[in-house]
Nanobody, 120 residues
Framework: VQLVESGRGLVQAGGSLKLSCAAS????????MGWYRQAPGKPRDLVARIPDGGSTNYADSVKGRFTISRDNAKNTVWLQMSSLKPEDTAVYYCNADIKLSLSGRVYAYWGQGTLVTVSS
């Protein structure tokens, strides 16, 4: 199983950027999918998470600015980021809780990370 992210970039404050993450491989089903981020010298923190059904949740710092969405048929999750701020600069990681078989366990998979830089 592999999670491949795209959409890295440099954007000015106030701008927008959309990240995508596609899961591939021998996947039976995907439970929750999410985005985390890690700024230099800081821990990796949750940005947004979307379950397979149910409501999404967001970090307080991005509420109203970021939107997470997913397409189960494509095993893909997106993060639309708007009104970006310099403090949003970080490496963004995609995460997915994936079941490999009907009766199997759920495993957490991570993407390789994609750098988002917001200039002031």
């Amino acid at each position: 199983v592999q999670l491949v992210e795209s959409g890295r970039g440099l954007v000015q404050a106030g701008g927008s950027l959309k990240l995508s993450c596609a899961a591939s491989g021998s996947i039976f089903s995907i439970n929750a999918m999410g985005w985390y981020r890690q700024a230099p010298g800081k821990p990796r923190d949750l940005v947004a998470r979307i379950p397979d059904g149910g409501s999404t949740n967001y970090a307080d710092s991005v509420k109203g600015r970021f939107t997470i969405s997913r397409d189960n048929a494509k095993n893909t999750v997106w993060l639309q980021m708007s009104s970006l701020k310099p403090e949003d600069t970080a490496v963004y990681y995609c995460n997915a809780d994936i079941k490999l078989s009907l009766s199997g366990r759920v495993y957490a998979y991570w993407g390789q990370g994609t750098l988002v830089t917001v200039s002031s």
